[in-house]
Structures are given as C-alpha cells and as structure tokens.
C-alpha cells in the first residue's frame, strides 16, 4: 500500500525558489525552465553574501547553486553556512552547477549530497526535465527526509521498508535502499548494513553500495575479509576518494595512526575542501612528527577556510605556530625561507585582525619568543617571556602547547610538564579526534621528558661529535634528533655516515648493523630522486664496504 502524505512539494505553484550564480544569463535560462513547469516564485542572487540574507528572509524549497560564486565563497562553504544556519535541511531540494568537472571538486560536491548535479552551459528543456525529475523523487519520499532531518532513523527504515514494497514506485527504490542503507550505519546496526548492502550488490553497481558494504564490514573490524574490494575500489575514480576517507577512519579506531595519516592525506587531496578532514591531517601529521604535513595542512586549512564559518584568526595562529615548527626542525637552508614566510604571515593576521588584535597578544608574545629561539637569540626569548608573557594556562590547547614548547625550548621543564598536565585534562569526549590528541599529549609529555633539544639543536651536536670522532655521542644526538623528525632524509643520511664510521672503527655493535639496515631501508623508500639518490646509493655502498675493526 502507498503512503500517502500531503507535503510541502505537492503544488508545484507553491514552491519558493534560491538561485545563486553570478552569470545573469544563467538566472533566466533557470527561470525560463522553472516558469514552464509552473513554478512561478523565484528568487536570484549574484553571490553568496545576498543569498544568504534572502534565506534569513524566506525560506526556500529549493535552493540551486554555483559552485563557482567567485565573488566571495565557493558554493562548498556557502551550502555548510546554510546548512549550519538551518536554512537548508534534507526536505530541501539542492541543486548544484559547476562548469567544471574535475575530480576533487565532484568529490567535495558528492561530499555535500545535493539532490542533482548540472554541468554548464545549461538548456532550458534539460532543466525542467532534470528539475522534475528530482522533485519527483523528493516528493515521492519527503517523509523518509524529514524523518532523516529529525535522526529518526528508525523511521526511515519504516518508510523504506513500505516504500519498496510499492511496485508504482521501483523508479525510487535506488533512492529508497540509498537511505534505507545509511539509516542502519547511523543506528550502528553494522551486522544488519552489511547483509542488506550484499544483497543489493547483486542487483547495482553504484558506488554508494559498495562503499556502504565496505564501511558496514570496517566497523566490525573486518578489514581483512574486503582487501581485494578496498583495492578495486581505491583504483576507481568514483570510490577511491571514500575508500581512503573510511580507512582513515578506521585506522584511527584501530590507533594504527600512521597508516591513518596516509589515508587521511589521499582522503584531502581528493576532496581538499573539507575543513575537519584538514584538521585531522593535521593532527595526525603531528601524532607523526611530519613537521611539513603539519605545516602543509594548517596552510590548506587556512586557504580552505577563508570566507567561510570556519574562518577565524586562530588558524592563521595555527600556521605560524607549524611555520616556526618546521623551521626548528630543518638543517638546511630551507628553514630561512619557512620564517620568511611566517613573518609574512604574522603580518597577515596583524592585519586581517587589526581591531581584534588586543585578544591575541599573549599569543603573539610566545611566539615572537620561539622565533627569538630559532633565530638562536635565546637571551631575548628567556627575558620576554619572565618579563611579559602569562605563565598560567589559557582556555585553548594550542595556546598552552604553543608555551609548552618555548618553556621546553628555554629549558623551563618543570613549566612545560606542568602545562602538559593541565592540556591533558582539558581534552575531554572520546571522538577520533579526541583520541588522537590525547595520544599526541602523551607523545609530548614523554618526549619533552626524554630530549631536551631541538632537531636543529640535536643535529648540530651530532655534527661537533662528529667532527671530534665522538662517534657514539654522535649517534646518540642524531637518534633523539630522528625521534622528533623522523621523515628528515638529511638526518637519516647523517645517521648513516656516522654507523659507516662505527662499522670502520672498533666501537661496532650488534645493534649498529640492524640502524644501519634501517636507515638504508627508509632512504631507498623515500622520493628522493636525481642527485641525492645517487647520494644514498654512494652511501649504501660505502656501508656494504665498510669493514669492522676486529678487536684483540
């Protein structure tokens, strides 16, 4: 039996409409399409800023938007501000335009689910063809939406359930199972997901249902039953971008954290847009000591973000401080070219933030101290921080890890564990990203315990060890220096010059073969290419030539 339920999409002459592009052409090819199909209530916008303001004035059945409103906002942050303000909801029919059609930007629109996708130029015939089509399928299961906006999901399996057993509506039953299958993955009923997507494999080939089984048998913790789907999936344009956004996830789950910064860094570039992914790959790239990726990602998010809700000076702090992270963890001339830019960047928020900057100047004082430090002006750092900086906690975690690390770096350990206590307890909830945290105060905590200098410090004491034919103090440094920063390929080659010395001299150990195999390993699986892989390959061979002293 069909249910039916009068709503708000039966008279099509009732329907008030949002088209938000900044190609005037574009409105009246839309309107031509509306007015033929009888909807007559239309409204246009030419950027983002005036589409908002008519949606704190009216509501909109149907919003249609550019991906591409370059005047302020693309239409990825625009439809999160809507969303964020209640203004679109699952009961609103979403439309999305682009001229483009590359991959990462249709996977940020498949991210945001809109009801179709149209690609520019536009035809009035194809748009009240398509447009009645979609409204169909919105009419048809309004009550399943409106249930899903309310998580009430055990509602849309009822809905579902009756709605396939409706033989007048088999042209919706995809679009009934889509949601029939992301009902049982919200109520965490993954036994079930996974049956129900197995069945409907045999009847599609969509990607939404292998995705779904995929993620209904990761949830379980069954990653070893689909590494042969994962693979297939991974190679195809149309799943790679989930599959490698699920395995983060569940490596997270599974605290495997380096295998889940891989895939979380696949997962950004195929869908680079997404602010909370951003912020997981940055997470993750500290959890890692990838001093770069860390630095890559608060730049990304900083890009990203512009111009949307999550817009604010806090990630433009968030960069400065991976700047200056980054700088104290390189050994070559790349790191002048990082505080370059981070004194550009510093100015960047002094003056984006001008009539605000009152708020952030204990923050901005820690790290004018931390630059004093790499700048090797340590004298100046230690008097602006006794003399000017608050030494107590703030409310925000980055601020205390950012007087972690100077009070660290000043020698002031005592202050720093303190801090790391109060971090700790400031990070609450059990999310992912909780849980990443966490691990990396603990990471913090031990190692600020264990090593008291900086990479560059580190290394630059290796070097004089070096050169006095202190070799295992040499070793020594350069290993802590490698626990900071172990992607640093100078360093891992450094760390090999110095076991060929070891294995030349008659201080060689057992355990000096097994870092040597090491280190050749991680320097041949790197990316370096041309005249330093020649290098490592100069070096690989002095290693397998070189002869231990035999003692008497």
């Keep these: 039996m069909e249910i039916t339920e009068k709503n708000e999409l039966d008279d099509f002459s009732q329907l008030t409409v949002l088209i938000i592009d900044d190609n005037r052409l574009v409105h009246d090819t839309l309107k031509r399409g509306l007015y033929d199909i009888g909807i007559n209530h239309v409204k246009c916008a030419e950027n983002a800023y005036y589409g908002i303001r008519l949606c704190e004035t009216e509501r909109f059945n149907i919003v249609i938007c550019s991906f591409n409103v370059n005047s302020d906002k693309d239409g990825f942050h625009l439809l999160e501000e809507l969303k964020f303000r209640g203004h679109v909801n699952k009961t609103t029919v979403l439309i999305f335009l682009s001229t483009e059609t590359n991959e990462s930007l249709v996977n940020s ?49 009822y809905f579902a359930d009756r709605h396939l057993a409706n033989e007048r509506l088999h042209h919706f039953h995809s679009n009934i199972s889509r949601m029939k299958g992301e009902a049982y993955l919200s109520l965490l009923e993954f036994e079930t997901a996974e049956g129900f997507y197995k069945g409907l494999m045999k009847t599609y080939t969509y990607a ?11 949830k379980q913790g069954r990653i070893k039953d689909i590494y ?9 344009p149309a799943t790679r971008f989930g599959a490698h956004d699920m395995l983060a996830q569940y490596y997270i789950e599974q605290a495997q ?53 999550h817009d604010s000076p806090e990630l433009l702090l968030n960069l400065i401080r991976s700047g200056i992270d ?86 002031m350990r005592e202050e720093a564990l303190k801090m790391l206590d109060v971090i700790s307890n400031q990070v ?81 150990e057992e355990c000096h073969d097994i870092f040597g195999k090491e280190a050749i390993e991680v320097l041949l699986s790197s990316n370096v290419k041309g005249s330093g892989l020649e290098a490592i390959e100069k070096l690989k061979i002095k290693w397998q030539k070189a002869e231990p002293i035999k003692r008497l």
């Excluded at 015939?125 to 009430?152: G, P, W």
């Excluded at 060890?465 to 070793?475: C, D, I, S, T, V």
């Excluded at 440094?477 to 100078?490: D, E, F, G, S, V």
């Design 228 to 236: 042969d789907l994962l693979e297939k999936l991974i190679k195809k």
């Design 257 to 309: 954290f380096d295998k889940a910064y891989d895939e979380i860094k696949k997962a950004t570039e195929l869908s680079p847009r997404n602010i909370e992914r951003n912020k997981k790959s940055w997470d993750l790239a500290r959890l890692n000591h990838d001093h770069e990726g860390q630095y890559i990602a608060t730049r990304n998010i900083v890009k990203q973000a512009k111009n949307s809700i």
């Design 326 to 411: 980054l700088a104290g963890a390189l050994t070559d001339g790349r790191a002048s070219i990082v505080l370059k830019q981070t004194d550009k960047n510093i100015k960047q928020l002094e003056s984006e933030y001008s009539n605000d900057i009152s708020e952030f100047k204990q923050q901005l004082l820690v790290i004018k101290a931390r630059l004093y430090i790499v700048r090797e002006h340590k004298g100046k750092a230690t008097k602006l921080i006794l003399n000017h900086v608050d030494l107590k906690a703030s409310t925000q975690i980055e601020d205390n890890l950012d007087k972690v690390k100077v009070f660290h770096e000043l020698g």
């Design 109 to 157: 629109i498949v991210e945001l689910q809109p009801d179709d996708f149209w690609v520019k130029p536009l035809a009035p015939k194809n748009v009240k063809e398509r447009l009645i089509h979609t409204l169909q399928i919105k009419k048809q299961l309004f009550n399943m939406y409106r249930a899903s906006d309310t998580k009430s999901f055990s509602k849309v399996i």
């Design 208 to 218: 939404w249902v292998y995705l779904g089984y995929v993620k209904s048998l990761l």
């Design 428 to 508: 609450s909830g059990d999310s992912l990203t909780s849980q990443v945290i966490n691990k990396y105060i603990e990471q913090e905590s031990i190692e600020r315990v264990e090593i008291n200098f900086s990479p560059k410090q580190l290394n630059d004491m290796s070097i004089e060890h070096f050169e006095k034919n202190r070799l295992k103090p040499a070793l020594d440094a350069i290993q802590q220096a490698l626990r900071l920063t172990p992607h640093n390929i100078k360093l891992t080659m450094r760390l090999l010059k110095i076991l060929i010395a070891l294995k030349e001299s008659n201080e060689f």
